[in-house]
């Protein structure tokens, strides 16, 4: 399976990446963003990539792939609607219309949020963006496309959050983590369990194309 990887250097995408190049059946990743992911793989390439609105100088090397997963993500705190949803919905609409013109057969993966708005009418203005972006990749032309949902993410294996305050948040509990997992496994989720669900999902299907936390850890 070859896997292209949108928003490897945020704590979710540090995740898929690890399971990525330790599962025998991925034969290779290309990571596309605006940085290097500062590891080195065989199995790894990178895409440097500045504009996410628009692919066109880089679409001959975003084809023969089997599974996108779209891990690229922002927190609406402290941003306007429009510049959200420029980010949340522009960039991954973006990617995937040539993704799904030049990979008809292709598996895509998108990294939503538990509480995601499918009505786009609520008063939550991420939700509705991100409910949005949900439905308008559900109803692209691609083999499969599926929306993950987690809620609370425990990073494992060194994985840390870009964010600062995240990384301040993630200290502080990172006592009670496991604790809350065992006593509320429909809520929290973590990043190795959202990588290896993500290429079961990409190689078999799932039944569900929208899967809340308690989906992924099934998985």
Same mark, same amino acid.
């Given at each position: 399976?070859r ?8 704590m979710?995408g ?9 599962d025998a059946d991925?034969e290779?990743v290309?990571?596309?963003?605006r ?33 996108c ?13 429009? @510049?959200?949803?420029?980010?949340t919905?522009?960039?991954?609409? =973006?990617?995937a219309q040539? !993704? $799904?013109r &030049?990979? /008809?057969?292709?598996t895509?993966i998108?990294v ?30 691609f ?6 949902r ?6 494992l @294996?060194g ?5 600062k305050?995240y990384? =301040?948040?993630y200290?502080? !509990? $990172?006592? &009670?983590? /496991? ?9 929290v ?31």
């Amino acid at each position: 399976m070859r896997v292209v990887l949108f928003g490897a250097t945020g704590m979710v995408g540090q995740g898929v990446l690890r399971e990525c190049l330790l599962d025998a059946d991925v034969e290779g990743v290309v990571a596309v963003g605006r940085s290097g992911v500062g590891r080195q793989d065989l199995k790894l390439r990178e895409l440097l990539h500045d504009d996410f609105l628009d692919f066109s100088r880089v679409e001959d090397r975003l084809s023969g792939f089997d599974a996108c997963f779209f891990c690229l993500g922002v927190s609406s705190s402290g941003m306007s609607e429009e @510049h959200y949803q420029r980010v949340t919905y522009g960039f991954t609409i =973006a990617a995937a219309q040539v !993704l $799904a013109r &030049l990979n /008809p057969r292709m598996t895509f993966i998108y990294v939503s949020g538990a509480g995601a708005d499918s009505s786009e009418r609520g008063s939550s203005m991420w939700a509705r963006v991100r409910g949005k972006t949900e439905n308008e990749l559900l109803r692209m032309p691609f083999e499969g496309v599926y929306v993950f949902r987690p809620a609370v993410i425990v990073p494992l @294996h060194g994985v840390q959050s870009k964010t600062k305050l995240y990384r =301040a948040l993630y200290t502080i !509990l $990172a006592p &009670l983590l /496991p604790l809350l997992k065992g006593r509320f496994p429909k809520y929290v989720t973590t990043t190795e369990q959202i990588g290896r669900a993500m290429l079961k999902v990409a190689r078999r299907g799932w039944p569900k194309r929208v899967l809340e936390t308690a989906d992924i850890n099934e998985v």
